[in-house]
């Protein structure tokens, strides 16, 4: 590769990262502010309406659904619309793979179990992993040890695996999640 395509790749992969999350906050922005002016419009004349408002109207819908959510009628209504959600087939699978990456953002404000990363034996080397349970329990299977769920990726983000060990069989590391991420989906090549 010549000196140019060189310094041209360096441009490239210094300014993508920055690039596409600029990108991406404005295209939320944008869409939000799209979508929430149409029902803004049938209240506010559009002589009055201010570029912007559509945002503020989705910051304070959510706030609101997240006020809502505490209320004990409004949960319920949800575990019902759930449950019917989850008898549609192909809905059911895109539903429920969706909760599941929701469930992992912590909202109790609480440490989650997840912030801990350890290593695992495997064979004559070791495999970093992400604690997802403490005191794990396989359904409709009883063991004696005390298990921990651990969650195994692998590099690139092609996948990973979900192992239950005994707790005697995981070794502690000092490593933050973001350092253990970046490492992992590197492939161990992060600078």
Do not use: C
């Not at 699978?93 to 599941?100: F, I, Q």
């Not at 040890?145 to 651990?150: C, K, R």
């Not at 969650?151 to 350092?179: F, K």
């Amino acid at each position: 590769m010549s000196q140019l395509g060189r310094i041209l790749l360096k441009g490239l992969v210094a300014i993508l990262p920055i690039g596409l999350t600029l990108y991406l906050i404005y295209w939320l922005g944008i869409t939000t502010e799209e979508l929430l002016s149409g029902p803004i419009h049938w209240f506010v004349p559009p002589a009055d309406y201010i570029p912007g408002m559509g945002l503020i109207a989705g910051f304070i819908v959510l706030f609101v659904v997240g006020l809502l959510v505490n209320a004990y009628v409004i949960r319920r209504s949800m575990k019902v619309v759930e449950s019917l959600v989850m008898r549609v087939p192909v809905v059911k699978t895109v539903y429920g793979a969706l909760r599941d990456v929701t469930k992992l953002v912590d909202t109790s404000g609480r440490k989650s179990e997840l912030e801990r990363v350890v290593m695992v034996r495997f064979g004559p080397g070791r495999v970093m992993g992400f604690v997802t349970q403490e005191h794990a329990a396989l359904p409709g299977i009883d063991t004696d040890s005390d298990l921990v769920a651990v969650y195994l990726p692998m590099s690139y983000q092609i996948g990973g695996y979900t192992v239950y060990l005994p707790r005697s069989h995981i070794e502690p590391t000092d490593l933050s999640v973001e350092a253990a991420m970046r490492i992992v989906l590197t492939g161990g090549l992060q600078r």
